[in-house]
């Protein structure tokens, strides 16, 4: 199985080989981390430093903190929490934070700037923090340079000008919590991603369900009244070599946040989500835990998560159980699939 980056509430840890090292970065609540090559990004916050963007460039050894990220003045807006990094080419970073905003850095995190144009956008009156606050956390690109971004709860948008505009694909999105159930901002997207094989696929785990689009968010389907037992939860991840097949973790509901049932179930679908099945072999009953927006991941080998109870499991994509491979971590906020 793959190497992983463990982002925790004290520190991210490194799953190289089969050994856990860490932890780093201690003091720092790392809400993700992403490689390119050797280099590792990390997103942290801390009560006492604020929230910032660390490298290193020597597996962990030293970090360099980023200074410069904040927000203009003039906007009366705080930047609050840093939530997703994404290697974005050719030396890019991109970055989503909150309230609601996006950065880029063309110098390797040295130093960002605030992307104008989500900070700007016309609907953002109309947007209103989740229960982890305005987050901008997922972050897709396609290969045709197309660019997605999710925010809870403002929704899903796409930019097709390399970020001088975005445009909001929240259509037949319900929004249940809101006096109007389908409108055209305000959804609370959980986690939105882009199938590697097909981008013009993307699925979402949602507040109010699990859909999928296959014309790049134009239009969604809701795929959880299909065997699943909830349709809200946090954790997403795919198969790479199969569009059609996707993982989730249920959970009760916005009011009682563990896994559905109480016990730690994956449910897994390879029909594109018309019928899903639980595939929970290797995984513990009871349990009274659950996975967050950014704890789980993928890559070509197998699916990866992490639980607010400290396990880490895997399971390859031809396989037939999950297996643990790290435990007694602190609580879990991101893992991330070494690239």
């Not at 880029?104 to 009156?125: F, I, K, M, Y």
């Not at 349709?231 to 795919?238: E, H, N, S, V, Y």
Request: proline content about 6%.
């Amino acid at each position: 199985m793959g190497d992983l980056l463990i982002g925790t509430r004290k520190g991210l840890f490194l799953l190289r080989d089969g050994d856990v090292r860490g932890p780093l970065l201690t003091g720092w609540a790392v809400f993700h981390a992403v490689n390119v090559g050797e280099t590792i990004y990390a997103a942290t916050n801390s009560f006492f430093f604020g929230a910032t963007v660390q490298r290193s460039d020597d597996g962990g050894e030293t970090w360099e903190r980023a200074e410069s990220l904040g927000l203009p003045e003039e906007t009366g807006l705080t930047l609050a929490q840093v939530w997703h990094i994404e290697p974005a080419g050719d030396g890019q970073l991109l970055l989503g934070a909150e309230p609601g905003v996006l950065f880029s850095s063309e110098d390797g995190g040295a130093t960002w700037q605030v992307n104008e144009a989500l900070l700007s956008h016309p609907t953002r009156e109309r947007w209103q923090p989740g229960a982890g606050g305005l987050c901008c956390h997922s972050i897709q690109l396609a290969p045709n340079g197309t660019l997605y971004i999710a925010i809870s709860a403002a929704g899903a948008f796409r930019s097709e000008d390399g970020g001088e505009s975005f445009v909001p694909i929240n259509k037949d999105v319900a929004a249940d919590f809101l006096e109007e159930t389908y409108p055209e901002v305000g959804q609370c997207v959980h986690k939105l991603l882009l199938h590697p094989a097909r981008p013009e696929r993307l699925w979402q785990q949602n507040h109010c369900g699990v859909y999928r689009s296959d014309d790049r968010g134009d239009n969604w389907e809701r795929l959880d009244k299909n065997g699943l037992p909830s349709g809200f939860g946090f954790g997403l991840a795919l198969d790479p070599a199969s569009p059609d097949a996707a993982w989730v973790i249920p959970e009760e509901g916005a009011e009682n946040r563990v896994v559905a049932g109480g016990r730690m179930g994956a449910w897994h679908t390879t029909d594109g989500g018309a019928s899903w099945s639980l595939e929970a072999d290797g995984l513990p009953e009871p349990a009274w835990t659950g996975v967050l927006r950014e704890g789980a991941s993928f890559d070509a080998d197998g699916a990866y998560f992490g639980t607010q109870s400290g396990s880490v499991f895997a399971r390859r994509h031809d396989g037939d159980r999950w297996n643990e491979v790290a435990r007694q971590l602190p609580p879990i906020l991101s893992v991330e699939a070494w690239r």
